[in-house]
């Protein structure tokens, strides 16, 4: 029997801004086949002119469907490295 887990993936805060830093992906399914380890998300990083720290946001998996389950890795951390130049302190 061919049977899909369904859960949602979301992005959340850490330390970047949604419409500021990163187009924020509300909750949406994801399909992963049977024996399927990776699925792959597009994520909108935003471009400003601001020399800035690293920002970070992370991807949830939430809410599989009946009868699935997420494994115990359910969160991916992601670094939006600052290209506007060197900060000075
Ligand atoms: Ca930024
Ligand atoms: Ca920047």
Redesign the pocket.
């Known amino acids: 029997m061919f049977i899909q887990n369904r859960p949602d993936v979301s992005t959340a805060n850490v330390t970047a801004y949604p419409d500021?830093?990163y187009e924020p992906i509300t909750p949406r399914r994801v399909y992963f086949d049977p024996m399927d380890a990776e699925e792959s998300v597009v994520l909108q990083i935003l471009s400003?002119s601001?020399a800035?720290p690293q920002?970070v946001l992370k991807l949830d998996l939430s809410d599989p469907g009946q009868d699935e389950t997420i494994g115990p890795v359910n969160t991916t951390f992601i670094i939006?490295n600052?290209d506007d130049g060197k900060l000075v302190f």
Do not use: A
Request: aromatic letters at 0%.
């Open positions: 500021e830093d400003d601001i800035e920002e939006i600052d």
